[in-house]
């Protein structure tokens, strides 16, 4: 008996992730770079969802690729509110011994809509210790998703790269000048400061400041925390003029606290 074997290929459309930069600024906004891989068909492809950091400010961002025209995108999920994020997610709402699963239709100040393999069902939130509950983690509820519409010109392999606002990180300067003799001895530290819940791994930072720019490299930054990191440490002297950011200095003689200055404009006051 002869056998017939057939092999069917699929192609389908998906994406390998890059180590993302971060572009970090002193105060306000800071400009989050993140880049996909995607392979792309000769005309019009559909690309996505992209899934954006949850602290993505969504208004003007900036989607680039080599080669490749960006006829537009569709955004979902851009709300901070979570009742609005809630809604077209499953879910399951615990409270008066009785559960409800289902999808979120609607929210309100009171109640929840929900669509249930039994029908549609309209109950009230729960208040503690009753729950609402979702098998979505944290970042996937609140994460923007950008989905692209592009034209290439060749069936090939993309890399694309979306820049956008975020809000919650900043950094800052401190020094420390330790006095010995008549010598100075400076060493300089950046605080990076995240604010946010969001954990960041294996992500290159740039340091941005009017003129000032510094390439960090790759740096872990933790959820609602701080981290130092030495930039700095050089003898020098009184008038000398440094290309550092602003910053508080606390200065010590042979090892002892004496007061305050600051460096502006690279001169130490």
């Given at each position: 008996m002869l056998k017939i074997i057939t092999l069917i290929v699929l192609f389908v459309n998906f994406s390998l992730a890059f180590a993302d930069t971060l572009f970090l600024s002193r105060t306000g906004l800071s400009t989050y770079v993140q880049e996909e891989e995607f392979m792309v068909a000769d005309g019009e492809n559909v690309i996505g969802?992209?899934?954006?950091?949850?602290?993505?400010?969504?208004?003007?961002?900036?989607?680039?690729?080599?080669?490749?025209?960006?006829?537009?995108?569709?955004?979902?999920?851009?709300?901070?509110?979570?009742?609005?994020?809630?809604?077209?997610?499953?879910?399951?709402?615990?409270?008066?011994?009785?559960?409800?699963?289902?999808?979120?239709?609607?929210?309100?100040?009171?109640?929840?809509?929900?669509?249930?393999?039994?029908?549609?069902v309209v109950t009230t939130i729960p208040k503690f210790p009753s729950r609402i509950k979702s098998p979505l983690k944290w970042?996937?509820?609140?994460?923007?998703?950008i989905t692209l519409k592009v034209k290439s010109k060749l069936a090939q392999s993309q890399i694309f790269r979306i820049s956008y606002p975020v809000e919650g990180l900043s950094w800052d300067a401190e020094y420390v000048i330790n006095k010995k003799n008549s010598e100075m001895y400076l060493t300089g530290f950046v605080n990076i400061k995240n604010t946010t819940p969001v954990e960041f791994k294996n992500l290159t930072v740039v340091l941005i400041d009017r003129d000032y720019k510094k390439d960090m490299g790759e740096i872990h930054i933790n959820s609602f925390g701080e981290k130092k990191l030495k930039f700095i440490q050089?003898?020098?002297?009184?008038?000398?003029?440094?290309?550092?950011?602003?910053?508080?200095?606390?200065?010590?003689?042979?090892?002892?606290f004496t007061g305050y200055r600051f460096i502006k404009s690279g001169t130490l006051h």
């Open positions: 969802p992209i899934f954006l950091k949850p602290i993505a400010v969504t208004e003007g961002i900036l989607v680039e690729a080599d080669g490749i025209e960006i006829e537009g995108y569709f955004l979902e999920n851009t709300s901070k509110n979570w009742k609005e994020n809630l809604k077209g997610k499953f879910i399951s709402v615990e409270g008066e011994g009785r559960v409800v699963k289902g999808t979120v239709i609607e929210l309100d100040k009171e109640f929840i809509k929900i669509n249930t393999r039994k029908g549609f970042d996937e509820l609140f994460s923007p998703q050089k003898k020098i002297t009184e008038k000398e003029i440094l290309d550092i950011p602003d910053g508080k200095v606390s200065i010590y003689e042979n090892g002892i």
